[in-house]
Every structure is written in structure tokens, then in C-alpha cells.
């Protein structure tokens, strides 16, 4: 009975140390990401994989340069009455292109739990960013590694808040 209980942890620990290093963070990005995109379309976000409990969701945003729509499946971070992003990008040493696109065009859609949800993007920063950071962290320790990873380059926490529109 016990080691039923602990597989999963197991399996959940080498999961994360597995997405914590370069090739495996290719791998989330290059492969899993674009399975995740075609079913999370098709079932709005309720059918997607999951990173260490957290869900995913299916970020709708427009193309900062083409205007072209655009999804992309991220883990994301349940708070209260918002939703956290972190562009990571596995630890690159430049941020993903969804960043720059809710940088021009904040107000977006996400996917999740089967519903289509309006929010408005805003990136962190100070004290706030500071707070967010170690929430992230400590829900994903693969964070630290992309940070290390990242260089110079700090890694941005984005807030998502439910919108009218």
C-alpha cells in the first residue's frame, strides 16, 4: 500500500528534474506543448498535461508584429481570483514570443476547466514580483534551474485577472 503512494511522488520528482534540464525543457516546448495545444483547443482547457499539480492553460493572444491569432499551452499558477504565468521559456536566454505579444495586446483569453475565460494581462514587478516568485518557486522548483539558466535575463511573472470584455 505504501509503495503505491509513493510512485507517484516519484514519478512526479523525476517529471520535474526531468523538465528542469535543457533537453527536457526542449522536450515540454518542442513536443509536448504542441500535443497540449491540440487538445486543450478542443476541449477548452479541460484535457491537457498537468506540471506538479498545477494545470495548464491555453493562452489565446495576437501576434505583437503579424496580428495573427495565436495559442500557446502554459502551466499556470491558481491565486486567489487570478492566474500567474511565468515566461521561462525552459531557461533561454531570450523571452517567448507570447510575452512580447501580451506586452502589445494585454487583453486576452485563456482555456481552462472547459471554459473560455476574457482576462487582462500585467506583468509584475517590485515587492510584487518578489512575492509572486516565490509562490512560483515553490510550486515548481524547475524555476530556479530556468533562472540559472536564463543568464542575465530575468524572468518574467505575468498576472492574469478576469476582464468584462
Known sequence: MTEDIEVPGRLVC?????????????????????IDRFVMRRTKGRQGSRARGNPKLLLHHVG??????????????????YWLIVASKGGAPNH?????????????TIDLNGQSIPVQA????????????????SRFK??????????GRRIPLIRLDRSES
Open 122 to 137: 500585467r506583468e509584475l514587478e517590485g515587492a510584487e514580483y518578489h512575492a509572486a516568485w516565490r509562490l512560483a518557486t
Open 64 to 81: 505583437a508584429k503579424t496580428g495573427q491569432a495565436r495559442q500557446t499551452p502554459l502551466m499556470c499558477l491558481s491565486v486567489d481570483d
Open 96 to 108: 517567448p514570443a507570447w510575452y512580447f505579444n501580451i506586452k502589445a495586446h494585454p487583453a486576452v
Open 14 to 34: 523525476a517529471a520535474e528534474r526531468l523538465a528542469a534540464t535543457r533537453q527536457g525543457a526542449w522536450l515540454v516546448i518542442n513536443v509536448l506543448s504542441p
Open 142 to 151: 524547475g524555476f530556479y534551474t530556468y533562472q540559472a539558466r536564463a543568464g
